[in-house]
Each structure stands twice: as C-alpha cells, then as structure tokens.
C-alpha cells in the first residue's frame, strides 16, 4: 500500500501562484510514476502533469503547459506541482496518485493507470 497526503491548496486571485506537496509513504520502492489531476463539480477528472519516479521525465496537459511545473522524486519525496499564473479555470480539487505501471510518460494521462489516489486539495481562483 501506498498512502499519499496532498497539501498547499487555497484560495488565489488570478494571476497568482500555488506550490502542491503530495507527500508518498508506504510501499513506495514499486512506484513507477506520479500524476496531479484535477476536477471541477460536475466534471470529470482530468490529467494536469505526471512525473516519472527518478524524477527525470514529465508530462503536462496542454492546459496548464508554460504555467506548471511537476517536480520533486523518489529521493526528495514529496512530489511538487508548482503552478503560476493561475486562472479562474484552474479551480478545482487537485488530486495526487501514484502508478505501479511502468508505461510511456504520455500514458500516465489515464486515471485508469494510477493505484494509489490522495484525499485532495482544494484550489479556488478568484477572477
């Protein structure tokens, strides 16, 4: 099992920057990626950026490239997600996960891929 513990959301006018910590503990030697996700009421749960566990590849959603930053690996745990210049459509509960699947980093898109979710962090962007 693997436990994740996300923190560092808030409440931030447009423009603005957040840092997301997603602190791992567990049964973490067998993970092979990390993602943030996203997901706004009433909408489906969407991929934002994954890392690779050495921490040497990333991936990131057209929608949030330029503005986030994932960083962070397994021997610097926790995993960050930097984000800047946030927009009123950034708000949403960020979710952190872990995968077991050692896969392509584009892969890491699909919730499906992912074993070990966290418990959320809220993120409001006031225009």
């Known amino acids: 099992q693997v436990q994740l513990v996300e923190s560092g959301g808030g409440l931030v006018q447009a423009g603005g920057s957040l840092r997301l910590s997603c602190a791992a503990s567990?049964?973490?030697?067998?993970?092979?990626?990390m993602g943030w996700f996203r997901q706004a009421p009433g909408k489906d749960r969407e991929f934002v950026a994954a890392?690779?566990?050495?921490?040497?590849?990333?991936y990131y959603a057209d929608s949030v490239k330029g503005r986030f930053t994932i960083f962070g690996d397994n021997a610097k745990n926790p995993v960050y997600l930097q984000m800047n210049n946030l927009k009123p459509e950034d708000t949403a509960v960020y979710y952190c996960a872990a995968s077991t699947k050692a896969a392509v980093m584009k892969s890491y898109v699909v919730v499906g891929l992912y074993d070990y979710w966290g418990q959320g962090t809220q993120v409001t962007v006031s225009s």
């Open positions: 890392i690779s566990w050495s921490g040497t590849s990333t």
């Open positions: 567990g049964r973490t030697f067998n993970t092979y990626g």
